[in-house]
T-cell receptor, first 115, second 112 residues
Framework: DVKVTQSSRYLVKRTGEKVFLECVQD?????MFWYRQDPGLGLRLIYFSYDVKMKEKGDIPEGYSVSREKKERFSLILESASTNQTSMYLCASSLRSGGVQETQYFGPGTRLLVL | AQKITQTQPGMFVQEKEAVTLDCTYD???????LFWYKQPSSGEMIFLIYQGSYDQQNATEGRYSLNFQKARKSANLVISASQLGDSAMYFC?????????FGKGTMLLVSP
């Protein structure tokens, strides 16, 4: 079974803090993704990575950065958290790049509250 | 932007009945994939079923089947014999080169 884990289920931070969300997958997948989910908006892609040290912007990268130093780990960084970044953050991974048939497997999500 | 549209914000169904969740999509790509995911209240997204644009047959996985109408650009999810545990949000997604574009979801509530 594919296992995608996220470092926290719930997180509360203050405005202006630097926030790290960690994601680890154990299936040697090439691709990893970060989404945020907000009511009525569905899932929106923030960043994705198709290889170590590679990253691509998604639909809403502003205010976020990412790091992928090892294949199994993909970190989402909020450099200076703001209240409009309060959301559910979902990490996902898929086996390889390219192709339209690659299933993405998701972690349990992190609910972030920024006060 | 190539959109995914789920027109039903919520659906109610009685246990053991079948239910259809609608999904339509935009695309100009000849090759694409369509996915359905389930998200229970716990938050995790669970993969349910996949349909490729060139697949001749509609996909099926247990109680889930996909009613794929390529000309209409629709990919409706059919759940047969609903169970209480099917109560969840359901998302349709279209695959591009490496990424997925999601619809806004449909909340399904199954009553006894």
């Amino acid at each position: 079974d594919v296992k995608v884990t996220q470092s926290s289920r719930y997180l509360v931070k203050r405005t202006g803090e630097k926030v790290f969300l960690e994601c680890v997958q154990d299936m040697d997948h090439e691709n990893m993704f970060w989404y945020r989910q907000d009511p009525g908006l569905g899932l929106r892609l923030i960043y994705f990575s198709y290889d170590v040290k590679m990253k691509e912007k998604g639909d809403i990268p502003e205010g976020y950065s990412v790091s992928r130093e090892k294949k199994e780990r993909f970190s989402l960084i909020l450099e200076s958290a703001s209240t409009n970044q309060t959301s559910m953050y979902l990490c996902a991974s898929s086996l390889r790049s390219g192709g339209v048939q690659e299933t993405q497997y998701f972690g349990p999500g992190t609910r972030l509250l920024v006060l | 932007a190539q959109k995914i549209t789920q027109t039903q914000p919520g659906m109610f169904v009685q246990e053991k009945e079948a239910v259809t969740l609608d999904c339509t999509y935009d695309t100009s790509d000849p090759s694409y994939g369509l996915f359905w995911y389930k998200q229970p209240s716990s938050g995790e997204m669970i993969f349910l079923i996949y349909q490729g644009s060139y697949d001749q047959q509609n996909a099926t996985e247990g109680r889930y089947s996909l009613n794929f109408q390529k000309a209409r650009k629709s990919a409706n999810l059919v759940i047969s014999a609903s169970q209480l545990g099917d109560s969840a949000m359901y998302f349709c997604a279209r695959a591009g080169y490496s990424t997925l574009t999601f619809g806004k979801g449909t909340m399904l509530l199954v009553s006894p």
